[in-house]
């Protein structure tokens, strides 16, 4: 039953809505992204909420869930009642009738373990979308409406999350293991949601797009930089109301919406206040110095500088720069009803509204944290820092452990297998469409040892 929840409900606080504009023409310069007024709170409140919210308010039936899952005996988030029986991203929650439910927490997206440790706010690059588990909604939606009595409860209480399920389970589907389907997943939920209502629709609303254009998961500890979310940076306004769609899900109206969102303001402050990992092995510090010139020289105008004084651009960079595999930002502009749905919708209402502004081409991250982050590029195609920093090296097909992950330190980035074709599942496959390691080329003008120096200096930050 475990299985069922991770391929639905991946990307749910990372939510990307697909985006369009007809009018604006290509950028040919990096263009500054303003910042956003955003909510205060508390982030002690909102990591409790995060981890133990009732968010989604409908999910499987606790006592089903368990016969199918095991008791998970790491409790990382060291819950207590029902929770601590359960993995860090699900939680028990009460749904609206009083049924004890499990439901996908934010962190099937936002936390991983990392060398045996669950590191909150690093994005999931493990998830497995390769199955279509619509038979399993179906098998469950069948057994929960033969229920009787007091047990009749069950199915009302996983009603809104079993019609969910059938609707996305055909529809998110990859190849690929490690990538995720965030933008696909917010094109179904909308498509099957009234704008102003938030009122669920059992047919399509508005056509759908045709293709499924794979991410990779932003470290959360980056938000505090940031002046608008998402890759190509066209969140704008409200964080909070971005973070809380994953609420899209499994909302009945926009009375729970209002009660949802008024907890984000929490939630976001939380995430500001996650600092990146430290690196954990010995530094060359010398060596980090000179990366430290070289970085500056080459590679800060766009991603900042760091340590006491430091200061992040926040710059859009178009596509005749950029260069890096086009699909999410090129998909985004051929399906307008996705934008104009959320422009118009509930989330832009209120004091503390949203808004997409759509942009052809990708922001240039900040680096906290880059050397655990891997695999690299939007798409997670680079499976290191050196290949990241030198495109001649990157392999067209790689493969990495999925069972038993392992991380190399030293360039850093994942312990992967260079083949010559496309293979199983866990081949990661660069000559599919949205696939693609192009792009970012300015590393390729540094020399052998000006690279070994930036990614040793990448390790202090």
């Not at 009749?152 to 990859?174: H, R």
């Not at 769609?245 to 009375?255: K, Q």
């Not at 081409?361 to 290191?384: E, K, Q, R």
Request: aromatic residues 12%.
């Amino acid at each position: 039953m475990k299985k069922t929840f991770v391929l639905f409900t991946i990307a749910l606080i990372s939510f990307a809505f697909v985006n369009i504009t007809s009018v604006l023409e290509p950028n040919e310069s990096p263009t500054y992204i303003p910042p956003s007024k955003q909510r205060t709170g508390d982030a002690a409140k909102g990591y409790e909420y995060l981890t133990t919210g009732d968010y989604l308010k409908s999910g499987i039936p606790y006592t089903f869930f368990m016969m199918g899952a095991p008791k998970d005996s790491n409790n990382y988030l060291n819950r207590s009642g029902f929770n601590k029986n359960l993995s860090h991203d699900f939680t028990a929650v009460k749904a609206p009738n009083g049924e004890l439910v499990v439901a996908p927490n934010c962190l099937q997206c936002h936390s991983q373990v990392f060398d045996g440790k669950l590191v909150v706010g690093m994005g999931n690059s493990l998830s497995d979308f390769t199955v279509n588990r619509q038979s399993t909604a179906l098998i469950a939606e069948k057994m929960m409406k033969n229920l009787t009595g007091t047990n009749a409860k069950k199915y009302e209480a996983a009603k809104n999350f079993i019609d969910a399920l059938k609707v996305i389970s055909p529809n998110l589907i990859t190849s690929i293991k490690g990538v995720n389907l965030a933008d696909a997943l917010a094109a179904i939920l909308v498509a099957h949601r009234d704008p102003k209502t938030l009122q669920w629709s059992d047919s399509n609303l508005m056509s759908m797009p045709t293709e499924i254009i794979p991410t990779d998961v932003p470290a959360w500890w980056l938000l505090k930089k940031k002046n608008a979310m998402f890759y190509n940076g066209f969140g704008r306004g409200d964080f909070g109301r971005f973070l809380m769609a994953s609420n899209l899900l499994t909302v009945s109206d926009t009375s729970e919406a209002r009660e949802v969102d008024s907890h984000f303001n929490d939630v976001l402050s939380y995430i500001y206040s996650i600092n990146a990992p430290k690196y954990p092995k010995p530094v060359d510090e010398k060596l980090a110095a000179n990366g430290r010139k070289v970085f500056a020289a080459n590679c800060s105008s766009c991603h900042g500088t760091y340590g006491e004084g430091g200061k992040y651009p926040n710059l859009l960079i178009p596509e005749n720069i950029i260069q890096t595999d086009s699909s999410l930002y090129t998909s985004n502009y051929s399906s307008p009803q996705f934008v104009n749905w959320f422009n118009k919708s509930w989330f832009t209402s209120g004091d503390h509204p949203a808004k997409l502004v759509p942009y052809r081409g990708y922001i240039a991250p900040p680096l906290d944290g880059v050397w655990a982050t891997a695999p690299y590029l939007h798409n997670g195609s680079v499976p290191n820092l050196e290949a990241m920093l030198n495109s001649k090296i990157r392999p067209a097909y790689w493969q990495r452990s999925f069972s038993r992950p392992s991380y190399n330190y030293e360039i850093p980035g994942w312990n992967y297998e260079t083949k010559n074709e496309a293979g199983n599942n866990e081949v990661y496959n660069t000559t599919q469409k949205g696939y693609s390691n192009s792009g970012h080329y300015f590393g390729d003008k540094l020399n052998n040892k000006e690279r070994t120096a930036v990614i040793e200096y990448l390790k202090t930050l």
